[in-house]
């Protein structure tokens, strides 16, 4: 089913619209939750925060834009898991929002999370705009590769190819930069 249509049934309230809508994104929310959550709680709080948004969505289908539904749904998603780290007590770094939640370690690894979230940061960077821009799409927006061809206007087994390239410079990058690397 179409973007446009799922809204409309949920505009129109029925809730074949909304399950729709969550089977297309369901891992989607469930990735931006957890990569904020990060394993700060129990598997089922970040459950319910994934529902939350997905009732968040039901509730306010008016509002809801075809075409700009996902980062709609990422946004709730954030804030609902970020209101929960609230809730518990715990708290974002403001400098990596989403990276890291300050507190859950002992400070010397805190420091040596930091410089490795560096050296993962500095060789993405060495990646050519177009590899950088389908392995973030794919690995920290969690866009299936039918996705990133598409947005990207490129052919699947192309972006296969390049989502291998770029996984085996990454390694090769953080290898040189002295980075454990485990596979």
Do not use: C
């Not at 939350?52 to 954030?78: C, E, I, N, S, Y």
Request: net charge negative.
């Amino acid at each position: 089913m179409r973007e446009a249509a799922m809204v409309e049934k949920m505009q129109e309230g029925d809730a074949s619209g909304l399950e729709a809508l969550m089977d297309r994104y369901i891992p989607y929310v469930s990735t931006v939750v957890w990569n904020i959550l990060r394993g700060a709680m129990p598997a089922e709080d970040g459950e319910e925060v994934v529902s939350d948004v997905f009732l968040a969505a039901w509730k306010q289908a008016g509002d809801l834009v075809p075409g700009h539904v996902k980062g709609w749904l990422g946004a709730v998603a954030r804030n609902q898991a970020k209101n929960k780290l609230r809730q518990r007590g715990l708290t974002l770094s403001l400098e990596d929002d989403a990276l890291d939640i300050p507190g859950l370690e002992d400070p010397a690894n805190d420091i040596e999370r930091a410089e490795e979230r560096f050296l993962v940061r500095q060789a993405l960077g060495s990646l050519p705009d177009q590899e950088k821009e389908i392995f973030l799409r794919y690995y920290y927006y969690a866009q299936s590769v039918k996705e990133v061809a598409r947005s990207m206007g490129l052919k699947e087994g192309t972006v296969k190819t390049k989502l291998k390239r770029g996984r085996v410079k990454l390694k090769e990058t953080l290898m040189r930069e002295g980075f454990a690397y485990e596979a």
